[in-house]
């Protein structure tokens, strides 16, 4: 089966996009498996978008070509207008400073306070004073809302404020994009909703631009204003969350289940007014 793309004209707001990506993986007895498939993709500047799918569909890989940590077999990848996909290896370690990740297992330096670990990424990138970094990781720890864990070891902490930190550490050099893989995968939902609350918040304040993968709905329900639904390595449907939810047609069950949420929230908020209305 071939998977025909059609390619969009760049969105002029676009700051993520993606032109005919495919990525195959080698397997050990020597097949090709094509993990992601001619996708093409575009998310706007100071958008929340999600990105679904069930579990193998291509969504980390997907992700993972964002920012370069897999190159693509074909297709070109552009961040903030600058294509990746030609860059090299010094140019694309600067670019990469523009693009914040985190991921589900925190991936925190045990041995180190959150201090070290959110200034981790501001050292590595030199140019910065030690007064400078120290000015910077109070501000992203402000923005997380952990400045009063500043000298804590990450095992003193919580799985919501481990991924805090995280954020904050992704924040640090001043990115345009988050990506964030199952960020919310390892916690409960009490925790999700303030990691979510943060990410939110992150995007409103800063105007920070986030992809996420999750196979959670309700994620996507939450924070996210657009989404793609990813099956067998392709974007199977996009569409904006929330919009006409009642009226479109979903040509997938994830889509639809999507759906279903929006429009159940619509009800579940119109009793609130009518019962608030009515108290
Ligand atoms: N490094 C790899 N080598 C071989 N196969 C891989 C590799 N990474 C991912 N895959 C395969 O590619 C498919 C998509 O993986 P992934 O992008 O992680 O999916 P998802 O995040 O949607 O669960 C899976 O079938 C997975 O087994
Ligand atoms: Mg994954």
């Not at 007064?131 to 500043?150: A, F, N, P, S």
């Not at 959670?216 to 449907?237: F, K, P, Q, S």
């Amino acid at each position: 089966m071939t998977h025909l793309s059609v390619l969009e004209p760049k969105h002029p707001a676009a700051v993520i996009r993606l032109e005919g990506v495919s990525k195959a993986y080698k397997l050990p007895n020597g097949e090709t498996f094509d993990a992601v498939q001619n996708v093409s993709l575009q998310v706007r500047k100071g958008d929340i978008f999600g990105l679904i799918g069930k579990s193998g569909a291509g969504k980390s890989t997907l992700l993972r070509l964002v920012n370069l940590l897999e190159r693509p077999d074909a297709g070109h990848v552009f961040v903030s207008d600058r294509e990746l996909t030609t860059l090299a290896k010094p140019e694309l370690r600067l670019a990469r400073q523009n693009i914040g990740m985190i991921f589900q297992q925190f991936n925190l330096l045990q041995n180190a306070t959150v201090f070290d670990n959110v200034a981790f990424a501001l050292r590595l990138h030199g140019k910065r004073s030690p007064g400078e970094v120290l000015r910077r990781v109070r501000e992203c720890l402000e923005i997380v809302d952990l400045l009063d864990k500043i000298h804590s070891y990450p095992a003193q902490l919580s799985g919501g404020q481990k991924q805090r930190v995280a954020i904050a550490r992704a924040l640090a050099p001043d990115p345009e994009v988050l990506l964030c893989d199952e960020h919310t995968s390892a916690l409960d939902s009490e925790t999700t909703r303030s990691v979510l609350d943060t990410l939110r918040d992150v995007n409103r304040r800063l105007g920070v631009t986030i992809l996420i993968v999750t196979h959670e709905l309700a994620v996507v329900h939450a924070l996210c204003r657009h989404v793609a639904v990813m099956e067998h390595g392709a974007v199977a449907e996009q569409f904006a969350v929330g919009e006409n939810a009642a009226g479109t047609k979903r040509v997938t069950a994830l889509g639809r289940e999507l759906a279903r949420l929006t429009v159940r929230a619509e009800v579940d908020h119109e009793i609130e007014r009518l019962e608030a209305a009515y108290a």
